[in-house]
Nanobody, 122 residues
Framework: QVQLVESGGGLVQAGGSLRVSCVASGSIVSIGDMGWYRQAPRKQRELVATITSSDQTKYADSVKGRFTISRDNAKNTVYLQMNLLKSEDTAAYYC????????????????WGQGTQVTVSS
């Protein structure tokens, strides 16, 4: 029983900023990599950014320099700070986490949040 809940989406003008959050809860022993993905209507879901448990980050080229992913391990939370937003950033944003649910296990289980909508008006 692991749940990921995103929040913070909304409508923002082009050039503006928004921060989305994702909180993981439930039967969690530890969390490895976390990430943000997005999916626009009639398009495939794509990776936006990832962050490891030691704060190593990677970004899609389309958001590099504009978005920042971070995490608070004490709160089981991952954030995505989005600056200089463009209309092409409009999508449902989903968080993902690799979770060890039970002590003694040697693998991660991947979980997804329900998504939060980000709409950028031009």
């Amino acid at each position: 029983q692991v749940q990921l809940v995103e929040s913070g989406g909304g409508l923002v003008q082009a050039g503006g900023s928004l921060r989305v959050s994702c909180v993981a809860s439930g039967s969690i022993v530890s969390i490895g990599d976390m990430g943000w993905y997005r999916q626009a209507p009639r398009k495939q879901r794509e990776l936006v950014a990832t962050i490891t448990s030691s704060d190593q980050t990677k970004y899609a080229d389309s958001v590099k320099g504009r978005f920042t992913i971070s995490r608070d391990n004490a709160k089981n939370t991952v954030y995505l700070q989005m600056n200089l937003l463009k209309s092409e950033d409009t999508a449902a944003y989903y968080c993902n986490a690799k979770v060890i649910r039970s002590s003694g296990t040697q693998w991660y289980t991947s979980y997804w949040g329900q998504g939060t909508q980000v709409t950028v008006s031009s």
